[in-house]
């Protein structure tokens, strides 16, 4: 087998707080699914500069080292990277898929309010925009955005899928061939103001950056893979493997989150825990969520 067969993989956390056992799992997950020739990359998914910390990201390099994982260098911070995604945005908008939208929340609140049809619900259980904006002439919007309104970019969903051309699927691994439907997602935003690219765009275009192959994510995030495989289509990126873990959750089911002050590594080596246990215990986390899952 050739090393360009080798699966590569990688961990790519916010550092918006430290990291708790549900990391480690999800670290775990990656690394594996590489096997022991395959490569791993961290990499630092830093675009929100309101919640993200620099001592977060050194903490999260540090918690991993001390938990014996081993990366390849340089590390990959998004943050550094807001050029290259700013050149897809242009290709998007170029080719008439991405258009400004300047409705508050307040705003798409009251038109779904007014709306003679039930809110239509995406999959991940968030609103799917009306399309107030997409109708704006380009002289309005342009005349708009001079007058310094704010706006954010959105993904013209039906024309998206029409450039696209064909069914879309994604291959995961031990599933087979799984279609997907990024339409019922509706007209994605893909950049805002205070954070000049989104999840969606970021992770997606660093993905074929790095060369990764197999992507593991948790199955939280299992629908928007729908939305990802579409950008992929679009851009001309490599389509990767994907494999999806259980969410790690404690003794009640409740999901593990640096919201509600899940234990954190640095915690438990300050209180003297080792690294092998603190694995043992990521590893058994997942194994009991595997079992859980319905």
Not at 43 to 54: A, G, K, N, T, V
Not at 76 to 84: E, G, V
Not at 154 to 163: C, G, Q, Y
Request: hydrophobic share 35%; proline share 6%.
């Amino acid at each position: 087998m050739s090393a360009s067969s080798f699966p590569v993989t990688r961990f790519a956390p916010s550092p918006t707080g430290r990291l708790h056992l549900g990391h480690v799992a999800a670290t775990l997950f990656s690394r594996r699914a590489a096997g022991p020739e395959g490569r791993f990359l961290l990499r630092l998914e830093d675009i929100d500069p309101q919640r993200c910390r620099e001592a977060f990201a050194s903490g999260i390099t540090e918690d991993l080292a001390w938990l014996g994982f081993r990366w390849e260098e340089p590390v990959w911070r998004q943050s550094q990277r807001m050029t290259h995604y700013k050149a897809t945005l242009d290709s998007l908008t170029s080719r008439g898929l991405l258009y400004p939208c300047f409705c508050t929340r307040a705003d798409i609140q009251r038109e779904i309010a007014d709306s003679a049809h039930a809110p239509h619900q995406a999959p991940d259980g968030s609103r799917v925009y009306p399309g107030t904006c997409r109708t704006l002439s380009s002289d309005a919007a342009a005349a708009r955005i001079a007058a310094g309104e704010t706006y954010v970019l959105r993904l013209d969903m039906e024309r998206s899928r029409a450039a696209a051309g064909h069914d879309l699927f994604w291959h995961e691994r031990g599933a087979g061939r799984i279609p997907c439907h990024p339409e019922a997602f509706g007209d994605i935003v893909l950049a805002r103001r205070d954070v000049p690219a989104s999840y969606h765009l970021c992770v997606t275009h660093d993905d074929a950056a790095q060369g990764v192959t197999l992507v593991t994510r948790g199955t939280d995030l299992r629908p928007v893979t729908a939305v990802h495989r579409l950008l992929q289509t679009l851009m001309g990126w490599p389509e990767p493997e994907y494999l999806f873990h259980p969410l790690v959750c404690d003794e009640t089911g409740r999901r593990l989150s640096k919201r509600d002050g899940a234990l954190t590594v640095q915690s438990m080596r300050e209180n003297g825990i080792c690294p092998e246990q603190v694995i043992r215990a990521a590893d058994e986390a997942l194994a009991r969520s595997d079992r859980d899952q319905p």
